[in-house]
C-alpha cells in the first residue's frame, strides 16, 4: 500500500518554528518530486513549497520564502519541511504529496499532478 505520513505539526506561538516531516512507505520518493501545501476549511488548498525529484530545485509560495525551507534524505525515504517564525497565518491543515516525474528540476505545484497525499498535520500560530 502507497502511503505518505505527514507529523510535526502542533500548537505554537508567533515567531517559533516546527519542523514537518513526509515519510513515504510502499514506494521510493526517488522518482518523485514533493510538495507541501495547506489548506484552511473553506479555502482551497494552496502550494507552500516543494522539491524537485534529485533536490536540485525548490520552489517556494511567496509568502513562506525566507522562512520555510524544504529539504530530502531519499536514504530515509523523507522529506521535510522546517518553519521559521511562524505567524497566525500559517494556520492550516499541512498535506505532503507526491508527483512521479522524468524531469530532475521540473517543479509545480498543479495538484492534479500528485499522485499520492498524506492525511495532513495541524499547524496552529496562537498567542
Known amino acids: 500500500q502507497f502511503q505518505l505520513v505527514e507529523s510535526g505539526g502542533g500548537l505554537v506561538q508567533p515567531g517559533e518554528s516546527l519542523k514537518l516531516s513526509c515519510v513515504a512507505s510502499?514506494?521510493?520518493?526517488?522518482?518523485?518530486?514533493v510538495g507541501w501545501f495547506r489548506q484552511i476549511p473553506g479555502k482551497e488548498r494552496e502550494g507552500v513549497s516543494l522539491?524537485?525529484?534529485?533536490?536540485?530545485?525548490?520552489k517556494y509560495a511567496d509568502s513562506v520564502k525566507g522562512r520555510f525551507s524544504i529539504s530530502r534524505d531519499d536514504a530515509q525515504n523523507t522529506v521535510y519541511l522546517e518553519m521559521n517564525n511562524l505567524n497566525p497565518a500559517d494556520t492550516a491543515i499541512y498535506y505532503c504529496?507526491?508527483?512521479?516525474?522524468?524531469?530532475?528540476?521540473?517543479?509545480?505545484?498543479?495538484?492534479?499532478?500528485?499522485?499520492?497525499w498524506g492525511q495532513g498535520t495541524q499547524v496552529t500560530v496562537s498567542s
Open positions: 504529496a507526491a508527483a512521479y516525474t522524468a524531469s530532475s528540476t521540473y517543479t509545480s505545484f498543479l495538484t492534479h499532478e500528485y499522485d499520492y
Open positions: 522539491i524537485s525529484m534529485t533536490g536540485s530545485a525548490t
Open positions: 510502499g514506494f521510493t520518493l526517488e522518482r518523485y518530486r
